[in-house]
């Protein structure tokens, strides 16, 4: 597992996405979302807006686990 380290208390999933270099845009990061590719804390995570906080862990399908550092 990837430890990412973002510089606030908390982002949205979308931008994460971006932030850990998994996509390359808001786009790219809606389509892996909206696609079921993404889990949030072991939970399918539908929603490209939701907040991330620190020690959330971002499952990736075919890329791999995050751990979201603030």
């Given at each position: 597992m990837q430890k990412i380290k973002v510089n606030t208390?908390?982002?949205r999933l979308d931008q994460f996405l971006k932030w850990a270099n998994v996509s390359?845009?808001?786009g790219e990061?809606?389509?892996l979302i909206q696609s079921g590719m993404v889990k949030v804390?072991?939970?399918l995570e539908m929603k490209r807006g939701r907040?991330?906080?620190s020690g959330y862990?971002?499952?990736v399908?075919?890329?791999g686990s995050f751990l979201v550092v603030m």
């Amino acid at each position: 597992m990837q430890k990412i380290k973002v510089n606030t208390e908390e982002i949205r999933l979308d931008q994460f996405l971006k932030w850990a270099n998994v996509s390359g845009s808001g786009g790219e990061s809606k389509v892996l979302i909206q696609s079921g590719m993404v889990k949030v804390n072991g939970l399918l995570e539908m929603k490209r807006g939701r907040l991330l906080k620190s020690g959330y862990t971002v499952e990736v399908e075919g890329v791999g686990s995050f751990l979201v550092v603030m």
